[in-house]
């Protein structure tokens, strides 16, 4: 077990993009696109002059419906507000704050988003992420090469776009948009508990029918270019009171339903759900929730500026109804705010990415280790459910003591367990397979997004748990690899003692009902479902049973976190 310390590195302490993630180049994606049938490709960016056509001829017409009288009388019966029948009006201070904070919580959360989604850049429908298959890319088709990796797929961003831009960052990325979601969950309970408290909610609530046509009359009327007169000091127009709940009510909690409907551990405990939200409809739907809320963003600040701009702000930022300039300067003060946030967050990040691992860690770790508790059961998949393509990831290992192992069929391979265990032992494949045989049909979740059904065959971990006998010292397995990590070094992930009794951890050397491959793991993988896809170490040649992971490589819990400022728990 010393040797496999040994052959660790540490990875470093700032973030260097000449050398990131292995020195891989920086490397552009393509326009976004939508799949047509079977494999057309429609280019999003037409969008810009079709929209902007539709929208010059919306304008025209809408100022022709206005002429005919029918129209005219319905706008009359139906001007565009229905007062809140609790007759409050005004904007408390603090929904200005609230309103403030979600602002600059979201722009990190945006950001961070898309950087996550930059690691594997396709949308699928299905659990499979078979390539030609995804209905959204912005990336080119998947090459023809049978070991093409998810992280050769992977593109950059400009760093004032993404968080922090340079590719493959989603360890980083990661922090950023669950840590924030973490204070954005917590300013939109406080929000909720307010105007429920306070009565407020009757502002953003449509109470009756009426919105319908209310909110359909102030579309003709913004789209004719002749706008409604409305006071939002006394009440948002039907069309905003739908757009504000739609965002508050719906678009909010959809996006967390979403974002935790991509989690390992939630997906394999929770099938039912699983089964019609699988991670990849939740990936899907987790990005067109963004979608409105840009488009939203999109559309309130346009109006906000072209409907009465320093009165707006009065309202929200200086929650006064007088024609002063105080709330312009408070929002300007603000802006400042938003804008060196904006500005500092990815020269921070690669300054100080251990202190984003740390804060990260800090504000999701707790949810993520309380769910580490969850031992699910096997079945929730069957043979037919197994996926047509699994990608690979990862470096593949190229040392000599591989390729000398690989051409003797794996003869000379010894599986080395021990550690803090009263047994320590050496396995051959032939012993391995004359222990309990196991097997289960599961998901993987890659952090980068992709998943894939597999069935896998081997040796439960409780078989090898009760083989060894850990000692009570012992709270971490700490799993080396026959390969080398991007960066050097060998590749190796621990993993707490309490999950290796689950009932879906064990060592596969089988998958689909064949020796695993070269790609997959050959001749010894990792599987323990409640953990997201890197903690799946491949080419396995030992397992070490230790009291803290500290004391092994760079002391983060594994290659990733170590060099690229993963997280060590990772049911989400
Ligand atoms: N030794 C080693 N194991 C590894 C990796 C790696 O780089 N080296 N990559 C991990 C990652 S990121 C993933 S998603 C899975 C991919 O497994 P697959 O290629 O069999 O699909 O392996 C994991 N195990
Ligand atoms: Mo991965």
Redesign the pocket.
């Known amino acids: 077990m010393k040797d496999f310390r040994a052959q660790l590195t540490k990875g470093e302490d700032v973030v260097d993009p000449a050398t990131w993630a292995g020195s891989v180049p920086a490397q552009s994606g393509i326009a976004p696109r939508v799949r047509v049938g079977r494999s057309k490709w429609f280019n999003l960016l037409w969008l810009l002059p079709i929209g902007f056509v539709v929208l010059i001829a919306g304008v025209g017409f809408a100022k022709e419906l206005r002429e005919v009288p029918a129209v005219a009388d319905f706008i009359a019966d139906y001007p565009g507000t229905v007062p809140p029948a609790n007759g409050q009006e005004g904007i408390p201070a603090w929904v200005g704050w609230q309103h403030f904070f979600n602002l600059f919580l979201m722009t990190f959360i945006i950001r961070s988003g898309i950087q996550i989604m930059t690691d594997h850049p396709r949308l699928y429908w299905t659990r499979h992420s078979t390539p030609g298959k995804e209905w959204f890319r912005f990336q080119k088709e998947v090459p023809d090469d049978p070991l093409w990796t ?1 992280k050769q797929d992977s593109v950059s961003l400009p760093g004032q776009v993404g968080l922090p831009g340079i590719r493959h960052s989603i360890g980083l990325a990661r922090w950023w948009h669950l840590g924030i979601d973490v204070l954005f969950v917590v300013n939109g309970l406080i929000f909720y508990i307010l105007i429920f408290t306070t009565g407020h909610w009757q502002r953003l609530v449509p109470t009756s029918w009426d919105f319908i046509p209310h909110a359909g009359s102030v579309a003709l009327q913004y789209l004719s270019l002749d706008w409604p007169v409305d006071n939002g000091w006394v009440a948002y127009n039907a069309l905003q009171v739908l757009a504000y709940f739609i965002t508050v009510f719906i678009a909010g909690p959809a996006a967390i339903l979403t974002g935790l409907g991509m989690s390992p551990v939630l997906s394999t405990k929770f099938r039912r759900i699983s089964s019609l939200l699988s991670i990849q409809a939740a990936r899907s739907l987790h990005f067109l929730v963004m979608v409105w809320f840009l488009l939203f963003i999109l559309m309130h600040v346009t109006l906000v500026f072209t409907t009465g701009m320093r009165e707006n702000l009065n309202f929200m930022y200086g929650s006064r109804d007088n024609g002063s300039w105080v709330g312009f300067w408070i929002f300007a003060a603000s802006m400042v705010i938003v804008i060196i946030g904006w500005v500092s967050a990815t020269p921070f990040t690669l300054r100080h990415p251990r202190k984003v691992q740390r804060i990260g860690y800090a504000l999701i770790g707790p949810l993520q280790r309380l769910f580490e508790h969850v031992d699910a059961k096997p079945g929730q998949y069957t043979d037919k459910d197994i996926s047509p393509y ?6 593949y ?1 190229e040392t000599d003591e591989y390729r000398a192992l690989y051409e003797n069929n794996f003869t000379h391979y010894r599986l080395h367990v021990g550690g803090l265990v009263e047994n320590p032992v050496e396995l051959d494949l032939t012993q391995l397979r004359a222990l309990a045989y196991h097997e289960q049909i599961t998901q ?1 979740f ?3 997004g992709w998943s ?1 059904i597999a069935k896998w065959g081997g040796v439960s971990m409780q078989t090898i748990v009760d083989l060894v006998r850990p000692r009570p010292a012992a709270k971490w397995v700490v799993f080396y ?1 026959l ?1 080398d ?1 991007p960066d050097g070094g060998i ?1 190796y992930d621990a993993h707490p003692i309490e999950q290796m009794s689950y009932q879906l951890s064990m060592l596969a050397y089988d998958m689909n009902d064949a020796p695993l491959d070269y ?3 050959a001749p010894l ?1 990792l599987r323990n479902e409640a953990q997201l ?2 903690k ?4 396995i040649k030992g397992v070490e049973f230790v009291e803290d992971f500290t004391e092994v490589g760079g002391g983060y819990g594994g290659y990733n976190q170590d060099h690229e400022f993963f997280g060590y728990r990772q049911t989400i």
Do not use: D, E, L, T
């Open positions: 998810a699994m990608w690979h990831n990862g470096k290992p993987h890659c952090i980068q894939g690899s390969g990590g590749y790609g997959h793991g993988r896809g890197f799946q170490v491949k080419w």
